[in-house]
């Protein structure tokens, strides 16, 4: 699978643990950045992120940042992309069951590595149930670029 990957200054150590992981589980990485821990703005990659999930160039993707409620924010705003925020492995077990979720958002502040890479392998690993649940996630997606 091609999984675009990015963080903020406060995500990059566990941005890092995981593209190590998935890559050796075989995924291939588009690592957007950051590479430096320097502040950075957290929208910035998530947006980078977003667009690739929305451009379909890649099938997936993973942010990081303190606690994943910015970029989780950040990137819903793409039509297109169903970022879950997943502190455990049940919410990204629901995220794609449920909401056929295509980003994952972690916060390394708030989450353990071996934890983490959990999340991470069950979010990649676990179909959309569709049924009753297409039908919900047509209605999200058309309200991208509405206007409230």
Known sequence: MKIAIGCDHAGLTLKNEIARH??????????KGTHAAESTDYPDWAAQVARAVA???????????GSGIGMSIS????????????????YARLGRQH???NVLCL???????DEALAITD????????GGRHQRRVQ????FAGEEA
Do not use: W, Y
């Open 55 to 65: 451009a379909g160039q890649v099938q997936r993707g993973v942010l990081v940042c």
């Open 99 to 101: 909401n056929d979720g």
């Open 22 to 31: 998935l890559r050796a589980l075989g995924h291939e990485i588009d690592d």
């Open 75 to 90: 990137a819903n705003r793409f039509k297109g992309v169903r970022a879950v925020l997943a502190p455990s492995v049940e």
């Open 107 to 113: 916060g390394e502040r708030l989450t353990p590595l």
């Open 122 to 129: 069950v979010f990649l690993n676990t179909d959309f149930e």
């Open 139 to 142: 209605k999200m997606d058309a």
